[in-house]
Nanobody
Framework: QVQLVESGGGLAQPGGSLRLSCAASGFTLGLNAVGWFRQAPGKEREGVSCITSRGINTYYAASVKGRFTISRDNDKNTVYLQMNSLKSEDAATYYC????????????????WGKGTLVNVSS
């Protein structure tokens, strides 16, 4: 069964950090670019970051550049999103997604995506 499972969300204080994980099962995640997306209540989904299949190239939304770092461990079939210097506006449900057979960013179709992990940022 093809599955993406996000984890690592929770409550962080402003200025704090969280590390999200996106674990794949049922397919080889390392053959695909992977994107992180987020959606806050009442807002549209937005792309946060993307990493190419071999991890050579990474991309970030302007709102998170310099604070978030995307990485991957293809041996573990997992992609990570390290989030530092969190702000209240980073609060959202975060999803990872990938397109079948697409090695480069961006992720367009979201052929596979998980149920998300909730990030809250509050003091």
């Amino acid at each position: 069964q093809v599955q993406l499972v996000e984890s690592g969300g929770g409550l962080a204080q402003p200025g704090g950090s969280l590390r999200l994980s996106c674990a794949a099962s049922g397919f080889t995640l390392g053959l695909n670019a992977v994107g992180w997306f987020r959606q806050a209540p009442g807002k549209e989904r937005e792309g946060v970051s993307c990493i190419t299949s071999r991890g050579i190239n990474t991309y970030y939304a302007a709102s998170v550049k310099g604070r978030f770092t995307i990485s991957r461990d293809n041996d573990k079939n997992t992609v990570y999103l390290q989030m530092n210097s969190l702000k209240s506006e980073d609060a959202a449900t975060y999803y990872c997604a990938t397109d079948r057979g697409r090695t480069n960013c961006p992720v367009l179709r979201m052929d596979y995506w998980g149920k998300g992990t909730l990030v809250n940022v509050s003091s």
